[in-house]
């Protein structure tokens, strides 16, 4: 396509400003600023074993107990740099940060909070598998704003419904940035010659029916019985309950398994189980669970905790973890409603098979 009919990122959030006229330009000039730190990261990503970017950083454990890999600290890195400077936060809290990032007295303070996993799915990174960063952008607390006081983590303790914008950038085959601002979800791809994102995805939707899910099947031991009851009809396929045959993917990247969902339907379950009661779920929810949910709703899917809309979820602490399903609309509801649901002890009761007692 000649370039004059593309659309730029930038074009792209200046159309959408113009339907606030009051808006300052702050938010775009955020946007584009994340978008920065994307494409650095994508260019880190890209050159692998010859940019000695692969492997573990040494003695490096992040505030979930991980092991660092030395892109999370590089994209972590390119994050605060690309979005420390231009006045625009609050604060930042990361992934890779045990606590929030103040903005350092040298750069104004702004109004926005920016929350991140800046490398998702990084066990792909030695494998040279896709790997996402993911954001999520709030408002910050009136106060922090009127006073441009230090952030503290209380600060970004905010539902999912609060968010501004949620966005990904996955590192594929190709690189694309993803980006809802409340109006629909867009995609744009990289131009690698011109080191420009391009609108190629405008208005994604999540199809409606899909016989497609992602899980790790390896958990299924520690599953509740929602979740195994959901994952056994799926199996089943055209002979069982559900009268279809599914397929299954699991990456190891939410970003990745987010965009397949959003391109061709789905669902994606990172449930609660019963491994460790501590660990409520592996997915966090401040920068994995809520931006993806934003994205979800905004292009006609759903994200639950099983139990109740991720963005209805009150945080109670910076690093969270969450159980996390989300995809198309219906195979959410479902898996919702195995959970309000006695559920079946033994896949023949016949107080639980296709006519039982249980069902809608
Ligand atoms: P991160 O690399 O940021 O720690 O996130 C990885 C997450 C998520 O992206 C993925 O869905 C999940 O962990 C994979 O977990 P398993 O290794 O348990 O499959
Ligand atoms: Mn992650
Ligand atoms: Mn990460």
């Known amino acids: 396509m000649p370039l004059s ?6 074009q792209f959030l200046i159309e959408q400003r113009r339907r606030h006229p009051s808006a300052s330009g702050d938010f775009n000039a955020l946007v584009l600023d994340v978008a920065l730190a994307c494409k650095a990261i994508a260019r880190s990503v890209a050159f692998g074993a010859l940019g000695g970017v692969l492997g573990a950083q040494a003695g490096s ?7 660092q890999k030395k892109l999370d600290v590089i994209s972590n890195q390119l994050f605060v740099s ?3 400077w231009g006045g625009h936060l609050a604060g930042m809290a990361s992934e890779e940060m045990d606590e929030p990032y103040n903005i350092p007295s040298i750069y104004p303070r702004g109004k926005y909070l920016l929350v991140f996993d800046p490398l998702d799915g990084s066990s792909n990174i030695d494998v040279n598998v896709s790997v996402g960063s993911i954001f999520s952008i709030l408002r910050a607390p009136q106060d922090v704003i009127d006073s441009g006081r230090d952030v503290t ?7 999912g419904c609060q968010q501004l914008a949620a966005g990904y950038a996955l590192y ?4 694309m940035l993803v980006l809802s601002v409340g109006t ?4 744009f791809t990289l131009d690698p010659n011109l080191g420009e994102f391009f609108l190629s995805h405008p208005d994604i939707r999540v199809p409606e029916e899909t016989q497609e899910f992602a899980i790790n099947a390896s958990n299924s031991r520690f599953w509740e019985l929602p979740v195994k009851r959901y994952v056994d009809e799926c199996l089943a396929g055209k002979t069982g309950p559900r009268g279809k045959d599914f397929n299954m993917r699991w990456i190891a ?3 990745a398994e987010a965009h397949r969902i959003l391109m061709r339907g789905g669902v994606f379950l990172y449930p609660r189980d019963m491994r460790d009661p501590t660990k409520p779920g592996r997915l966090r929810l401040l920068y994995e669970a809520n931006p993806v949910g934003f994205l979800m709703e905004q292009a006609g899917g759903r994200a639950s905790t099983g139990r ?4 209805h979820v009150q945080p109670t602490s910076l690093h969270q973890r969450i159980g996390l399903v989300f995809g198309s609309k219906s195979e959410v509801e479902r898996i919702e409603r195995y959970h309000r649901e006695p559920t079946p002890i033994k896949d023949d009761n016949p107080l639980f098979g296709e006519r039982s007692l249980f069902r809608d």
């Open 5 to 10: 009919q593309r659309t730029t990122l930038t």
């Open 61 to 67: 454990i992040n505030v979930q107990g991980e092991e």
């Open 82 to 84: 690309a979005n420390e």
């Open 153 to 159: 983590a209380a600060d970004f303790l905010q539902p």
């Open 172 to 175: 594929g085959p190709s690189t």
């Open 184 to 187: 629909g979800v867009h995609g």
């Open 253 to 255: 990247s939410m970003v």
């Open 308 to 311: 109740e809309p991720i963005l």
